[in-house]
């Protein structure tokens, strides 16, 4: 589903997307089918000419933060070197938009990549080598830590340990990261708010942002629960929110563990339907932290389970229609810049 794009000249820095080549793992995941696996399986791959497709959608998109998903591992690396292949391919894509061939947008002008944090001070040698091959365009990483006891909740591609962030292996390897400087995104689920909160407060001059307005759930045993959970996953951002060196990105709703739409895929639920889904969520992150401490972001191609690239801009857009020019300066562009360090992107 399209529509015309709304507020066409708001400058937007989409600080959250991926790419991949899925095509050739998709055969070895079980049947039936994950919701997750379903999704994504419609997108199984998103390089540089579909994200070009999508950012030409009549949205102004200045620039993008491309987000690590496990994607053009190095397969002839040690294997805690394996991630830096990813950041060396995506440095390529965003060489190749930055030679303005394709317009004005800067694609993957930051690149957020993995390292894993359970590697204590070997960690060191994993972020040298990430530094070196993002050629200045490497900001920071995630290491997700989603998790629940269900199994059916997130599905085969998703091996997380419970309790991942509060483990001593892994605050080993934090304090050596947090040593750098960069970004730290944290992917959890919606009951594990809590890990991230006690990570911040552990780790207070750390930049961590919070992913998917923190993963609210409708899925599998959380299915149709979203109302039940609702106060306890609005305690927990705000509780989050005290923390300063925390920042939030709104979005990742219309992903099939959110079910916000619940029947995806891409079923051409319109902006208005959806903006009305996700204004509590939204609104909330908002007054939680403010708009200097939020951003709206894609997720995609995740989030096209519920919603094409156009229309789910449209949704926040509807969102935010009585919001002063400032904040949506900030909620669109200017927080995503300033966390990422990619200022350089406005006005552009």
């Known amino acids: 589903m399209s529509e015309t794009a709304l507020e066409p000249d708001l400058q937007i820095i989409d600080p959250h997307h991926h790419l991949w080549d899925l095509r050739p793992m998709l055969p070895a995941f079980p049947e039936p089918q994950h919701e997750f696996i379903s999704a994504i399986a419609g997108a199984a791959h998103y390089t540089f000419d579909q994200l070009q497709a999508d950012l030409n959608t009549g949205h102004s998109i200045i620039g993008t933060v491309f987000m690590e998903c496990g994607a053009f591992y190095n397969a002839a690396a040690d294997d805690h070197l394996k991630p830096v292949g990813e950041v060396e391919f995506v440095n390529g894509v965003a060489a190749q938009g930055a030679s303005g061939l394709y317009g004005t947008g800067r694609p993957c002008a930051a690149i957020v990549g993995h390292a894993d944090m359970m590697l204590g001070d070997a960690v060191n040698e994993v972020l040298d080598a990430l530094t070196k091959a993002g050629n200045g365009r490497f900001c920071g990483i995630r290491h997700q830590g989603a998790w629940d006891a269900d199994p059916l909740v997130l599905g085969p591609p998703f091996h997380a340990p419970e309790g991942l962030y509060s483990s001593d292996s892994f605050r080993s390897g934090f304090a050596e990261f947090a040593k750098r400087g960069l970004t730290f995104d944290a992917w959890v689920l919606e009951p594990q708010i809590a890990d991230v909160i006690a990570l911040a407060q552990a780790f207070p001059d750390q930049k961590i942002i919070l992913d998917h307005c923190g993963t609210p759930l409708n899925i599998a045993s959380y299915r149709g629960k979203l109302g039940d959970n609702f106060a306890r996953w609005k305690n927990s951002i705000h509780t989050l929110a005290q923390c300063d060196n925390v920042s939030v990105k709104l979005g990742g709703l219309a992903m099939a563990f959110c079910g916000m739409p619940d029947d995806g895929p891409a079923k051409g639920v319109g902006s208005e339907a959806l903006a009305a889904m996700w204004k ?44 002063s020019g400032d904040e949506k300066a900030a909620l669109y562009a200017g927080t995503a810049a300033q966390t990422y360090g990619i200022e350089h992107l406005l006005g552009t």
């Open 280 to 323: 509590p969520y939204i609104e909330t992150c908002i007054d939680a932290f403010g708009s200097n401490r939020a951003m709206f972001e894609s997720n995609y191609p995740v989030d096209r389970w519920g919603a094409s690239y156009p229309v789910l801009w449209n949704a926040f857009k509807r969102i935010t229609a009585d919001f």
